[in-house]
């Protein structure tokens, strides 16, 4: 490992990881994002090997992910108010890390995938992530208005999910509706309930933006349309939480049910 001690805004470094905080198109230009907290990096590091550099402020201890590390990733400490400006989140856990963006590839059997149209909110974009993960999903498309599949705040909501998750951005849903041979679902406030739909073998979930829904063009590329019950009073539930109750309504079904 080769420490430095960053204490000026002109450092490279500190560039470097600023803009890597900030910027969509920068990330993008140089393949790389930035971590934030121990468990995203040692989940990175537990798929992909040491990331190129960790960022710590002055002082704190390395010794919790120092067995992630090699010889030649590069350890910068920063004086707190330092830290602070690059740190990506209100709440920064102490320790960044940058990371090349892996690209991982689409199986080539699909028995549930996720398309995502325009999820603005980077929170929920990184809990449906990480509830896709945890119930099987193959494969992820987002539209091209969605958050920032590699900001650090969907990151930091998907808790690891990227690193094993294939995602494809900017898609065109119509192609990937064309080709899927299987039921194909769009999310509404209408239609049969998820939990009367069979939803056993291959299956595509549409889900729409966070106000307004599903768009009608899009509606219109699937087979058939089913919601959510809900009590008397409630509108509509939040997406992640919808994602979640409709993925893991066919993992109950594929897997406990008689």
Request: include cysteine; proline fraction near 5%.
């Amino acid at each position: 490992m080769k420490r430095q001690l960053i204490s000026s805004r002109g450092n490279q470094h500190f560039k470097h990881l600023k803009k890597l905080s900030e910027s969509p198109r920068y990330r993008y230009e140089v393949q790389q994002t930035i971590l934030d907290g121990i468990h995203l990096i040692e989940s990175y590091a537990q798929r992909f090997g040491s990331p190129d550099s960790v960022a710590l402020i002055q002082g704190s201890d390395i010794n919790k992910i120092s067995g992630y590390l090699n010889e030649n990733t590069q350890v910068l400490e920063f004086p707190a108010g330092l830290f602070s400006e690059i740190a990506p989140v209100m709440s920064p856990t102490g320790i960044l890390a940058s990371i090349n963006i892996p690209h991982l590839d689409a199986p080539k059997k699909q028995n549930c995938i996720l398309l995502l149209e325009n999820i603005q909110d980077p929170g929920n974009l990184g809990s449906i992530l990480r509830s896709a993960s945890a119930s099987g999903v193959d494969l992820v498309y987002l539209s091209d208005h969605c958050a920032d599949l590699w900001s650090p705040k969907v990151l930091r909501g998907g808790q690891g999910a990227h690193f094993y998750l294939p995602c494809v951005e900017n898609a065109v849903f119509s192609d990937i509706t064309n080709t899927f041979e299987g039921k194909i679902f769009a999310t509404e406030l209408t239609g049969k309930s998820i939990f009367k739909e069979n939803l056993k073998g291959p299956v595509a979930f549409i889900f729409g933006n966070e106000g307004s829904g599903l768009q009608s063009e899009t509606i219109s590329l699937t087979s058939h349309s089913i919601h959510i019950p809900m009590e008397m009073g409630i509108e509509s539930l939040n997406v992640s939480a919808a994602v979640s109750i409709c993925l893991y309504e066919k993992y109950r079904q594929e897997n406990f049910s008689d």
